[in-house]
């Protein structure tokens, strides 16, 4: 992986090395040397579907390692970019054996470059859930684990060694060496250690519950391949990630980090290195965690009993323009709020099973329609929300059914004393409405 500090280069079409104590590379160099046969660094080559929670990142120019953080959702580095990037699941970074199209990629907006450790973040969104275990970032408790001398786990599809070319995914174990304020170190010294193309990819460390965690995104190595590397805090990445994402990334913690399962902490890599089943299927025979008990007992450790609550808090009962914003607010105090449908005029129009419940934007023609939240949690127990009836008075919608630089979705029905025309839900969210809904425990 790759060190980054004042006066470290960054790689994009190929590695780079500057001066100071010695060279430095980050990890993001693609290289035209074929693949050569040993193993990163006192690492080995991974198994068949060995942590298939980490992927590969390739713009046409630029490799990088990333790890799914969430079911949608890929945690890499900043400086890798974030134009055409296509995620690579499986063995190689040369030849993925499942290659995803994102619908989204963006970097940290503070990231400037070299010295930037600290926020050396970048996500790309997919528009449906990787069926893979995923890698879920440390949070609460769990941070305690990183500590001086603890052995972490490092992934990448980097380099063996300056120039060898890059490509097959490694794993290695490595010792946490200092825990600093923008960033930890982890390998060399005659551990192992990182190189070109192993930027973003993950430092991991092994959960109370046997699972495994994200603890740091690699930035920069220095001392030339296998060299210190330069991990960016993770945690830190959380609330960014969480606000342009659009996603719940703690699915085990409340904000404050205090121990809050639900029935989404679960299903989370095992703590290992075997590999089991094959990329045809998404090695849909790999194992998942239980439900995590990493931080206090498991979600499902007692009965739920008690329905969600769900109110719409968007728009407000009255007169309102042809275009509406549609929110909803809902909670379940046992396994969590499983999904959150739209009704409007007694018909479903929309769903969403994660987390903040937006529907985007609503196009009305004029009239008068009646908006009902329903919420269903993960032990089938339903709640619909006070309804909240809604005025669009003048000419309505436009009727184009398109805004530009967004997705339509367009949804017909007739009912309403004023006639719901057409209804256009502009944003990303409506991708939840093509999902299989996710498996209730």
Partial sequence: MHRRGRGWVCAGAASVAVVLAGDARAAGARTAASTPP???FAGAEAEICAFPGVVSLDDGSTRCTGALVHPRLVLYAAHCGATGMKIGFGQSAVAPDQVVEPELCRVHPDYGGLGDEAVDFAFCRLAEPAPVPTLPIAFGCEEALLQPKAEAV???YGETESGAGDGPKRWAAAPVRLVLADYFEVGGLGEAGVCAGDSGGPALLRAADDTWRVFGVA???AAGCGGIGHYAYAREAIAWLEEQAELDLTPCHAGDGTWRPDFRCSD?????SAGAGTWSDFCAAAPAGPAGTSCGPAFDAAADDTPPTVAITSPVAGPQP???EVVAAAEDVGWGVA???LEIDGAVQASDDEPPWRFGAAEFSPGTYTLVAIAEDAAGHVTRSEPVTIEVEGDGASGTGEAEGDEGCGCASGGGRGGLVWL???????????RARRARA
């Fill in 424 to 434: 256009v839900f502009w944003t990303w969210w409506m991708g939840h409405v093509r």
């Fill in 38 to 40: 040993t193993p990163i």
């Fill in 154 to 156: 490092i992934v990448g």
């Fill in 219 to 221: 930035s920069v190595h």
């Fill in 268 to 272: 989370f890599a095992p703590a290992d």
């Fill in 339 to 341: 999904e959150v449908a």
């Fill in 322 to 324: 042809g275009v509406v």
